[in-house]
């Protein structure tokens, strides 16, 4: 059985103050009712949890209403970090889960093909992430003022959601980071800490994550072209 995590719990504080950027509307619906239902149209995703902010449960109950969602899905409550959000979906799972894809809720553009793929990836090695390689010649700079030295592009990826893997193999790493009390910006980089191999998934589609007010045009144009 495969289920879907979708973390929704974030802040989004670089949207700017009192905007809750899940909600804001592109395309004829909020931000979060696009991503959730590329999900719900994935044919191996038999259920989804989505991890919420407190006090949200309501708007999360009526997306679901607005937009009749098909699959079976449940609330977990968020966490203080990211990390701690997932680990909440991850308790939330059905006990037949075998394979979980955790995707970033601001991420609308995301293609069920790319999905589909990245959690057949992970069916066979354990974990997947999709990932674009970097095209931009990549400076490193340790002030932020002068450049220090040219990072070699051809080895560098940039890494998305959805990031799947067999849940014991995830719950073991993030278990590992609970334990030395680490941070991690992403979940692959636990599974890095226990020495499990994550396959890259490559990203043909822009697969852009809404952070900053400019990026809604371009979610927009993205999401009109896809249909």
């Known amino acids: 059985m495969t289920s879907a995590i979708i973390v929704a719990a974030g802040k989004g504080t670089r949207m700017g103050p009192n905007i809750d950027k899940l909600f804001l509307e592109v395309h004829g619906a909020p931000v979060v009712a696009h991503t959730w239902r590329r999900f719900d149209r994935v044919d191996c995703i038999a259920d989804i949890v989505l991890v919420v902010r407190a006090g949200m449960e309501t708007g999360f109950r009526e ?4 937009f009749d969602f098909r699959k079976p899905y449940r609330l977990v409550p968020g966490g ?20 979980e894809a955790i995707q970033d809720a601001a991420r609308p553009c995301t293609t069920e093909a790319l999905i589909a793929a990245t959690i057949a990836a992970a069916g066979q090695g354990g974990a997947a992430v999709a990932a674009q390689p970097l ?8 002030d932020g003022k002068l450049i220090e030295r040219t990072l070699d592009r051809s080895r560098l990826w940039a890494v998305q959601t959805p990031q799947a893997f067999r849940v014991e193999v995830i719950r073991r790493a993030l278990g590992v980071v609970r334990e030395r009390g680490l941070s991690v910006t ?18 043909a589609a822009p697969n852009p994550k809404v952070t900053r007010p400019e990026d809604l045009a371009l979610v927009e144009l993205l999401l ?3 249909l």
């Open 80 to 99: 203080p970090e990211r990390q701690d959000s997932v680990w909440n979906g991850l308790a939330g799972l059905s006990p037949e889960a075998e394979l």
């Open 186 to 203: 992403d979940d692959t980089a636990a599974c890095e800490l226990i020495g499990q191999p994550v396959l890259l998934v490559p990203s």
């Open 135 to 142: 095209t931009d010649t990549v400076k490193e700079s340790s």
């Open 63 to 66: 997306l679901a209403e607005r």
């Open 224 to 226: 009109r072209n896809a």
